[in-house]
């Protein structure tokens, strides 16, 4: 009972070794993300559309809850660029910002997620995630930083600007030209090279004045908050709202009330499809974050109570008054330099949000808008890959041609269409690529009982064994394929008396594949061909034999190709015994007779 219980409370784990030494790190860690988060969440509920301080109630709650229930030690959870451009996306086509109704549905969207992503971890389905292929991820986040990195220039130039996709959002930029504000545009490109800087130069220039690795990366991380402490002081000494620079404004101080989202069947129904859209991106970007920080310590995750982790942290985080979250990559990272041990680190990280939010926030009413979309842009951009879509079409131009429309897609006509379009890519590659599976037909290497493609070695073939490798699972969407491929090359060499199927790399044979086999079986048998299998593994044989295809298979199951060879065509293995290949004294490589 505890060891199930322990499985959906991964707390129960981690906390039964948790001592000072842990508690240690994990404050140090929780001191660092804090500083980073509190002006990322600000600025990442800006991009939502959501008032600033809900940035805030999202990054509390939500990590107490991964530390319950997540099982990466250093994945740290709260507000995302990507899901806040998503639920910008979503919440804007059915309220106005700054309005009850859209803060509600952003309210109601996380909690819709949350209900989805435990559901899903309740059954078992992280191997969702596999769905979604890594170019097209890749892709999809590169279009979704270009357009935030976009969206927010307006705020740079101090403009009013309206849009989804990347040309409308320029084309309104374009027209409100005119009206930019130059004090707004100091102010934001001021603080957008100065937070470069500090992201690519300010460390290494710490180190070289003598300061430690860990002070240097503190004072680091702490760019950001230097950013908005000196503009929002310029900004109230010399009130520079009164020139036309947006501020923040007045931020409610203390927490917000624990209490559910109002219940709207229509609304819910609405906001469905985008809360599952959020949930599948959400999803992988965290799992594949937490994969990573726990592969350098040779730690593992469960994809299955990651679903529930973050399921509870959406889950909470509507309860709060936040909206939707996922693991961040930048924070994750400083959280597992930081020297993060246990999901704890979150909890204190929560506590120091939670301070902040109580007795900060009315420190920041003269904070620039401008700074934030500075410290967005800045974050952002570091996930714009355009490196990797020359990678991918060097590797693979199926590969780069999913990518590239993903691209395509999310910047012309937006996220949600982006990554549906991902998705179905994913898939589509997938099928065609399953449905298309590797033949090989091979020949024993001189010498060995090894069997190779006869295409890329020096093999021993017979006239009358047809030898055929499938390098892939048999399944409704390739069984018609290997159908045709056998009569294709019985049809070319009539002197074939036998085939056999070599089967190392099949793991499943469904049903449809099964009536493939029969039907292939019986039409070989008219043509006078017998028809065997080698190599066969075991669970795959053991559902063949819940079958009556073995009792009406023409020919045997060997346990291996050379013990097929060997039984069907002795003269061909009798050859390949005497043509035994020499070594060479230049090369490690064996050399032998072109057959």
């Not at 790190?25 to 001191?31: G, I, K, P, R, T």
């Not at 493609?453 to 969407?477: P, Q």
Request: aromatic share 8%; hydrophobic share 50%; with cysteine.
């Amino acid at each position: 009972m505890t060891q199930r219980l322990a499985r959906y409370l991964p707390v129960l784990v981690w906390g039964k070794q948790y001592d000072r030494e842990t508690a240690t790190s994990d404050l140090v860690a929780a001191v660092i993300v804090t500083i980073m988060l509190i002006p990322q969440s600000l600025a990442y509920a800006l991009l939502a559309g959501l008032p600033p301080e809900v940035g805030l109630y999202a990054s509390i709650l939500p990590l107490v809850a991964y530390a319950i229930f997540g099982t990466s030690r250093a994945l740290a959870v709260g507000p995302v660029a990507v899901v806040s451009l998503m639920t910008a996306s979503a919440v804007g086509e059915l309220a106005e910002q700054g309005t009850p109704e859209y803060l509600g549905a952003a309210i109601i969207l996380a909690f819709l997620s949350g209900l989805m992503l435990i559901t899903m971890g309740v059954f078992r389905l992280g191997f969702l995630a596999n769905l979604l292929s890594h170019p097209v991820i890749s892709g999809f986040i590169t279009a979704s930083g270009l357009l935030i990195a976009s969206s927010q220039l307006k705020h740079i130039l101090g403009v009013p600007a309206e849009g989804h996709t990347l040309y409308e959002i320029l084309l309104s930029i374009t027209e409100h030209l005119p009206d930019v504000n130059w004090v707004t545009i100091a102010i934001g490109v001021t603080a957008t090279g100065f937070l470069f800087w500090v992201r690519k130069g300010l460390k290494r220039l710490l180190l070289r004045l003598g300061l430690s690795a860990f002070s240097a990366d503190i004072i680091t991380k702490a760019g950001p908050v230097a950013a908005v402490g000196v503009t929002t002081g310029l900004t109230a000494a010399f009130d520079l709202a009164s020139k036309g620079v947006k501020i923040v404004g007045d931020i409610p101080t203390g927490l917000p009330m624990p209490q559910m989202p109002d219940f709207d069947s229509a609304l819910w129904l609405e906001l469905a499809g985008p809360a599952l859209l959020i949930s599948v991106v959400g999803f992988v970007e965290s799992v594949s974050v937490a994969q990573t920080l726990a592969a350098k310590k040779r730690q593992r995750i469960d994809p299955d109570q990651e679903l529930i982790g973050l399921g509870a942290s959406n889950a909470v985080s509507a309860v709060s008054g936040g909206y939707p979250v996922t693991g961040g990559f930048a924070r994750s990272v400083v959280n597992f330099d930081a020297g993060a041990a246990t999901p704890a680190a979150g909890a204190f990280t929560a506590v120091g949000i939670a301070i902040a939010t109580v007795f900060l926030t009315p420190l920041l009413t003269f904070l620039p808008q401008a700074t934030l979309a500075a410290t967005i842009i800045v974050a952002v951009l570091s996930l714009v890959d355009l490196p990797a879509i020359r990678r991918t079409y060097q590797y693979s131009k199926s590969d780069f041609a999913a990518m590239t429309a993903t691209i395509v897609i999310t910047l012309l006509f937006g996220v949600e269409p982006g990554i549906v379009a991902g998705v179905t890519l994913s898939i589509a590659l997938y099928l065609y690529r399953s449905s298309r599976p590797h033949m090989a037909i091979v020949g024993i290497v001189p010498g060995t009982e090894h069997f190779r493609n006869i295409d890329r070695h020096k093999v021993v073939t017979g006239t009358t064994v047809l030898s055929l490798r499938v390098d892939e699972s048999l399944f409704f969407a390739n069984s018609r394929f290997l159908e045709d491929r056998i009569y294709e090359l019985v049809a070319l060499k009539p002197e074939i008396r036998h085939v056999v199927l070599m089967c190392p790399a099949v793991n499943e044979i469904d049903a449809s594949a099964l009536e493939s086999l029969e039907e292939i079986n019986h039409r070989l048998s008219d043509s006078g061909v017998s028809f065997n299998l080698s190599e066969v593994k075991g669970p795959v044989m053991d559902r063949l034999k819940r079958t009556d295809f073995l009792d009406h298979l023409t020919g045997k199951v060997y346990l291996s190709q050379y013990d097929a060879l060997c039984s069907l065509d002795p003269e061909t293995a009798h050859i390949s015994e005497a043509r035994t290949p020499k070594k060479t004294a230049s090369s490690d490589m064996w050399s032998g007779p072109e057959i």
